[in-house]
């Protein structure tokens, strides 16, 4: 049983050498992991299962065909891909998975997030979160027609750069007493988790606390993956 980690890999029509690097890693995946978990951020964006893009299309198909070689392939969302639904699941034969997701392994007890809930520091970002993961919010934008919801998301997109820019750096990285707290409420001793894109492995030693939290990388000319086999436990990056 070896277990795969990834996220953040942004995927657009305009990252055609990510793409097939997800590609070529997908391949090999299919051949030496068990499980491989997508922690959200596939997508630069998702504007919805009625996607007709070829680009779209053609991730889903790649990742199917992975899965058809024995692999399981769970994915869980993050803040650019949250419409991906049961049609988009059901197209590349995947498992959606809530966040936080729990699995055991071995003795320990591991969380699996996106990452952006323990970013409360950025108060604009979660009233911004509350709004768009609301039901009336998505059955609206998904009622519009498929070229007005991109013109959205690309405005959207714009917006959350500048907005970035203005942002302390600090506030968007994860909160500390969050992490504490999650870590003694949830009784696990490994997190895992992206968004962030400060691809790192923590070590927690605090009152009550004692766990690692593994943060994964972005995607870019070089990709990240956490794997996990018996006990052992690599962070690597890989050129695409
Ligand atoms: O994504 P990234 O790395 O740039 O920044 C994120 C947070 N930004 C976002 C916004 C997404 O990037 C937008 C793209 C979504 C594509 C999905 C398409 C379908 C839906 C279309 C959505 C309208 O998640 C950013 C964080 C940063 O991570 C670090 O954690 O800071 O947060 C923001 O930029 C949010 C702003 O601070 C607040 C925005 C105020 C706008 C309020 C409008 C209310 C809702 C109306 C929706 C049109
Ligand atoms: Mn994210």
């Known amino acids: 049983m070896k277990l795969g980690f990834i996220s953040d890999l942004h995927l657009s029509e305009k990252t055609p050498s990510t793409n097939e690097g997800f590609f070529k890693f997908l391949k090999t995946a ?3 992991f068990s499980h491989l978990y997508i922690l959200g951020d596939l997508f630069e964006s998702w504007i919805g299962d009625d996607d007709d893009s070829s680009f779209a299309s053609d991730v889903t198909e790649h990742i199917k065909t992975a899965t058809r070689s024995g692999l399981e392939i769970f994915f869980m969302h993050g803040n650019r891909d949250f419409l991906c639904g049961n049609k988009f699941a059901e197209d590349a034969n995947i498992t959606i998975l809530p966040d936080p997701f729990f699995i055991d392994y071995f003795d320990q007890k591991i969380a699996l997030s996106h990452g952006d809930d323990f970013c409360t520091d950025d108060l604009k970002y979660i009233e911004f979160k509350k709004e768009v993961r609301s039901s009336s919010w998505q059955e609206d934008f998904l009622s519009k027609p498929l070229e007005e ?6 405005n959207m997109r714009d917006a ?4 970035k820019d203005k942002k302390d750096l600090s506030i968007m990285d994860v909160a500390a007493n969050t992490i504490h ?3 003694i409420q949830n009784n696990i001793s490994l997190l895992i988790h992206g968004h962030t894109h400060r691809p790192n492995t923590h070590q927690i030693s605090e009152p009550n606390v004692d766990g690692v939290r593994i943060v994964l990388g972005d995607w870019h000319d070089t990709g990240w993956c956490l794997t996990l086999e018996d006990q052992e436990r690599v962070l690597e990056e890989f050129k695409l």
């Open 30 to 32: 299919a051949q030496e």
């Open 149 to 154: 919801r991109q013109k959205i998301a690309s």
């Open 160 to 163: 959350s750069q500048s907005n």
């Open 181 to 183: 707290e999650f870590f």
